[in-house]
């Protein structure tokens, strides 16, 4: 089954620590992206990649980094310098920038 | 003014009914446009494009104003299943070519 997985389900964190979400994905998409989601709140963009090895700064960046090593591969860190870390993150990717994006399940971040 | 709003709703309506969701947005070189629905504590999930001539999959009908500024959602025939949250997606054109922004999203609650 083609799809996307992100890994762990719920993260929970100590303040001050850094922490990693991964997000793999078999569609063959070139591009793929990292989503944040507050409750009550549309999804705003962290940090987005169009191929291998390349990647863009979104609306929310700072607190986070990311690498695209592999085509399949897209994980997002979160950094200790992130204010406010506890949130819905969501992967996701697409066939290109102007395609629609398919939703990874998410990871549930809670940072106490 | 926001780049995608919505109406939060909750919209509460008896199974049968017919319901109906506007969105505006801000950017008049927009290219494409899409409706997610997005199910509590859930990934978004693509529920259908929206094309300048309007489309409909089953029960659900979209419709592109590009004059006004607006897409809808139409819903005929609700189903108890179609409580979700219904999220309006635009990606903008020009300078943010392929940059999906996402509504804050339309509660929907269909009750017996």
């Known amino acids: 089954d083609g799809g996307i997985t992100q890994s762990p389900k719920y993260l929970f964190r100590k303040e001050g620590q850094n922490v990693t979400l991964s997000c793999e994905q078999n569609?063959?998409?070139?591009?793929m992206y990292w989503y944040r989601q507050d409750p009550g709140q549309g999804l705003r963009l962290i940090y987005y990649?169009?191929?291998?090895?390349?990647?863009q700064k979104g609306d929310i960046a700072e607190g986070y980094s990311v690498s695209r090593e592999k085509k399949e591969s897209f994980p997002l860190t979160v950094t200790s310098a992130q204010k406010n870390p506890t949130a819905f993150y969501l992967c996701?990717?697409?066939?290109?920038?102007?395609?629609?994006?398919?939703f990874g399940p998410g990871t549930r971040l809670t940072v106490t | 003014r926001k780049e995608v709003e919505q109406d939060p709703g909750p919209f509460n309506v008896p199974e049968g009914a017919t319901v109906a969701f506007n969105c505006t947005y801000s950017n008049s070189a927009s290219q494409s446009f899409f409706w997610y629905r997005q199910d509590c504590r859930k990934e978004p999930k693509l529920l259908m494009s929206?094309?300048?001539s309007g489309n409909e999959d089953g029960r659900f009908t979209a419709q592109l104003n590009r004059a006004s500024q607006y897409i809808s959602l139409l819903i005929r025939d609700s189903k108890l299943s179609d409580s979700a949250t219904y999220l309006c997606v635009v990606n903008a054109g020009g300078t943010s070519y392929g940059k999906l922004t996402f509504g804050q999203g339309t509660i929907l609650t269909v009750h017996p």
């Open positions: 569609l063959n998409h070139d591009a």
């Open positions: 996701a990717s697409s066939m290109g920038l102007y395609y629609e994006r398919y």
């Open positions: 929206v094309y300048s």
């Open positions: 990649s169009q191929i291998v090895n390349d990647f």
